[in-house]
């Protein structure tokens, strides 16, 4: 299984991450009024594809195997 971690402080909302996975596991949301990516889906949904680990051009998403 993998997990994947944004980094909240790097991400800016691009949406690129989103738009890049297979299989819809993450999304954009809001907290305090700061929007950024999240991992939503279920953790074994992950393939490990490291799309949204290249498509990110601030660094902000690191994909682990665990
Ligand atoms: S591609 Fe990077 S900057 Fe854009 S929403 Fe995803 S994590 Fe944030
Ligand atoms: S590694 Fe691939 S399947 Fe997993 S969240 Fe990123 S884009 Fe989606």
């Given at each position: 299984?993998?997990i994947?971690?944004?980094?909240?402080?790097?991400?800016?909302?691009?949406?690129?991450?989103?738009?890049?996975?297979?299989?819809?596991?993450?999304?954009?949301?809001?907290?305090?009024?700061?929007k950024?990516?999240?991992?939503?889906?279920?953790?074994?949904?992950?393939?490990?594809?490291?799309?949204?680990?290249e498509?990110?051009?601030?660094?902000?998403?690191?994909?682990?195997?665990?």
């Open positions: 299984m993998y994947v971690t944004i980094d909240i402080e790097k991400c800016k909302a691009c949406g690129d991450c989103v738009e890049n996975c297979a299989v819809q596991a993450l999304a954009i949301v809001e907290e305090n009024g700061k950024f990516a999240m991992f939503t889906g279920n953790p074994d949904d992950c393939l490990g594809c490291l799309s949204c680990e498509v990110c051009e601030e660094g902000a998403v690191t994909v682990t195997e665990y």
